[in-house]
């Protein structure tokens, strides 16, 4: 039975991770009359005068042929950003014209294969010193200190254009045999899923899951060590209290209204920050709200109702003890929701986000960082010290263990939520008195800037 | 056994209409410890200091209850619109702000069953008449003449926010009793499709189907008694052709590119505007593409691959006779396509179009009307002349006894893909030489403000 599928193979990755290899190996192992190739780099005149997506709707397989792209609409889009011409905004507007794209074409049945080739920075810099750069890559301009750009760059593409319509994989590429026999099984494994479902009639299932995620690990690049002296912590808290007392008053007499929310490890030092952010506003004008366990009214609700039921009025301002997050953090990981609800969740939340901030809302978006050794040092601390006994529970403990597993979740979060209408700020907290300051300042100038 | 399936009523319609009526009766039939009524009509400040969405939210109904919305989104976006606030690109980002709340409650597991309460014109004025309108409506300062207004933006919204996760009913409501009755069944049927939905795990369809789409025959208010003398039509011909050649040629030395595309009843006189349009451009820079049944080629494609392959480059014209919404007309009537592949179609082709626009290309779509006796009188004649003798086939007629599902595919495709970007022309056709006229001035108009 014949079932003509088109398939469409996407390959992209780290410069001298393979990628030329593997579709040299693929063009050797497949029928030659139902595979073509295409490449996008040296476009022709043609190619240019058209909108862009032009080339790659010609190159696309009918029913029945496999096309290999070497790169496509990802690496156009990444190059783009690194070149400083589509970033930001941009860039999300381009992957969100690539996801419009794959659905598209998955409706009409394609099946499509998106691999990244990846190489850890060490292997990437050996491997590029020892051959160069291949001349017939598109890469040519891509320079060793380009790496961490590609990483972010694709990184967030991954993360945001990994649907079950259209997967992702990201292949280590480290070692050549390993990587040719991950491609192949791999291929081999999707072509026949895709005749069972389609024999079978299967619909295409509608859930989100995130495979593979590439090392991104934001927040390790957080410099920690950062730290303030007594006397400068005394002083520069008092003057940015001060001004923020009448910067709040201000806003109030305007009408614009704030929400700053606080997410971050157990005993990243969150209360205490609230406390010296909350004592600087005038009670009457603001709310702090700590999220526990839902009531039983919330649970009745959609898990959003309960963060839109305390959205300041205007000139007023909240402030959420963790937030609407927890929707990807604790309850990802603590399975409370499942991997459907909390993989819409991302796109919920930036809805919810954006219709904030288009109603003149403005919304911070702290997270406190400290390391694990801190972390351990302060939760023995907790539980030495009588007065701070009250503050540790065995749920602590048992969160700690799941480190991995939050950090998994935390780079899915601050990559799919960083959105340019409401970025993350990432707060140092190993010394929680730079922490706190550094919460005020935020907070006092983004108000500023917002008056 | 409890399902506890949170239902939402939207309750909106023509004023006059009997929406109170309608919400009394509910309240009299079910049992008021589940029911929530809201109205939000005359806000609070609470509520106008907040963003728009937060007082629905507010009134979300709990798992287990039924909240009845008099108004809502819907009433709020058409309110904006026809008071001149909020029209255009602003009314179509309302709309998709509204799918995307609905997306989510769906997703949540609520029931939401929207109503339209229609009244035909001659009914509505005659109700008004009879009673005023209600005080405690919040239509106060919608006047007779804003009928027509409210079905314009009322049709747009139900036909772009008709989704299977939230569908609309279109109630005529000339009837008290037919309404009522068709309210209650319509009830009833929805929670036991619901219930039984939910207690055997079954997933909501994908696909969108537009059912009962509001009577808007948009092109029954095109005035097709237009004419044009023969001497003027001459002159203007002569007129229009010699300062399109210029202009076209102007936009081939700056790189621009135009795409035309024609639509139309059979018979309406594409072929002929078409002759006339292009014998005004160098043949050097433009290309003529008629659209006839798909190649085996184009078959293996994706349906929008044909129009792709002939995107003009930069400062060329391609003129399309018919085009990509083929799929939306014939293979929809003719059920060529599913109505899953005609209804994602929509959105697909505002895609495509949002991407020629983009990338800086001219896009002019017309639509060519004749009515039902002047086709009628064409197709004579086209059989009776020996050299007209080619253009008709039994085809033609049997396509002419298919008129009332034509007319229903032109309405839901004229709103869903009139967008700010990418409007309709629509030409009166009646008199051939009036249209031809028509055209060549609109490319020019177009063609000179994009220069």
Redesign the interface.
């Known amino acids: 039975m014949k079932t ?1 599928i ?1 398939v469409l193979i996407l390959i992209d990755g780290v410069p001298g991770a393979g990628r030329g290899k593997v579709i040299n190996l693929l063009n050797e192992w497949m029928d030659s009359r139902h595979l073509e190739n295409h490449t996008f780099w040296n476009p022709s ?2 190619t240019m ?6 080339r790659y ?2 190159a ?1 397989p ?3 042929k496999i096309a290999l792209f070497f790169g496509g609409w990802y690496s156009q889009a990444v190059q783009k950003a690194i070149g400083g011409k589509a970033k930001g905004m941009k860039f999300e507007s381009a992957l969100a ?1 690539a996801v ?2 794959e659905q ?2 998955a ?2 049945g ?1 099946l499509i294969i998106k691999l990244f080739l990846y190489l850890p920075k060490d292997k990437y810099l050996k491997r590029i010193k020892k051959t160069g750069v291949d001349p017939l890559s598109c890469d040519e301009d891509i320079s060793e200190s380009d790496y961490d750009n590609l990483l972010k760059y694709y990184g967030k593409a991954i993360r945001m254009t990994d649907t079950s319509m259209a997967h992702w994989y990201i292949i280590n590429s480290a070692s050549e045999k390993q990587r040719n026999i991950t491609v192949l099984e791999l291929l081999i494994n999707n072509l026949n899923n895709a005749l069972n479902t389609r024999n079978n009639n299967v ?1 295409h299932a ?1 859930s989100l899951p995130i495979t593979n995620p590439l090392p991104m690990h934001v927040l390790d690049k957080v410099d920690l060590s950062v730290t303030i002296k007594p006397k400068e912590y005394t002083d520069m808290l008092k003057y940015y209290q001060e001004k923020l007392n009448g910067l709040t008053l201000k806003a109030f007499s305007k ?1 614009i ?1 704030t929400v700053v929310l606080f997410e971050g490890w157990d005993a990243a030092g969150k209360g205490g920050s609230i406390r010296r952010l909350s004592s600087a506003i005038d009670s009457r004008i603001r709310k702090i709200i700590p999220i526990g366990a839902p009531t039983d ?1 919330e649970k ?6 309960r963060f ?2 305390y ?5 007023y301002i909240t402030i959420y003890d963790r937030s609407w997050y927890g929707r990807v953090l604790v309850e990802r990981v603590e399975k409370f929701a499942t991997s459907a609800e909390w993989s ?1 969740a991302y796109e ?1 939340i930036n ?1 919810f986000e954006s ?2 901030v ?2 003149g ?1 403005l919304l911070i978006k702290f997270w406190l960082q400290i390391s694990p050794d801190e972390q351990l040092k302060r939760f023995q601390e907790r539980e030495e010290l009588k007065w701070k006994n009250y503050k540790i529970t065995p749920d602590d403990w048992r969160n700690r263990e799941k480190a991995p597993a939050y950090n998994d979740a935390i780079d899915d979060m601050m990559v799919r939520t960083s959105t340019d209408i409401a970025p993350w700020t990432i707060i140092p907290a190993n010394d929680k008195h730079y922490a706190r300051v550094e919460v005020l300042k935020t907070v006092y100038e983004k108000l500023k800037k917002r008056l």
């Open positions: 003509q088109p005149d043609e005068e058209r909108p862009e997506y032009w709707w010609m696309l009918e029913r029945g014209d419009k794209l598209m074409l409706a009409d394609m619909e509608s009408g209204s009214e009745a609700h959609h898990y959003l109702w839109w039921r959205i300041p009025r205007a000139g819409r919920e809805t219709q904030l288009a109603s809302t």
